[in-house]
């Protein structure tokens, strides 16, 4: 059983920047497309920005310009560089699969943009 855990959120200001990690345990990682997601307090889990497992990577429009998602398959990890945050950014981001399997979920790192 794949287990995911998140890290590298964090408290930041309007316009800070964050870098989130996202390492799987065991070596399938590479074989999946992979996404990251986020859950704003009494809201839906939502898709933030996904990437094939040969480096694709597509945004939802929230995300577009600001967020970049990477994954090293060496490591098991995925990466969301995040830019220019806003208010709104503000939630739990979570990694998973992107794609008709689905992992358990892990812990996520919350994300908190205040002035």
């Known amino acids: 059983q794949v287990e995911l855990v998140e890290s590298g959120g964090g408290l930041v200001q309007p316009g800070g920047s964050l870098r989130l990690s996202c390492a799987a345990s065991?070596?399938?990682?590479?074989?999946?497309?992979m996404g990251w997601y986020r859950q704003a307090p009494g809201k839906e889990r939502e898709l933030v920005a996904g990437?094939?497992?040969?480096?694709?990577?597509t945004y939802v429009d929230s995300g577009k310009g600001r967020f970049t998602i990477s994954r090293d398959n060496a490591r098991n990890t995925v990466y969301l560089q995040m830019r220019s945050l806003k208010f709104e950014d503000t939630a739990v981001y979570y990694c998973n699969t992107h794609g008709a399997t689905i992992w358990p979920w892990g812990q996520g790192t919350q994300v908190t943009v205040s002035s």
């Open positions: 990437i094939t497992s040969g480096g694709m990577a």
């Open positions: 065991g070596s399938i990682l590479r074989f999946y497309n």
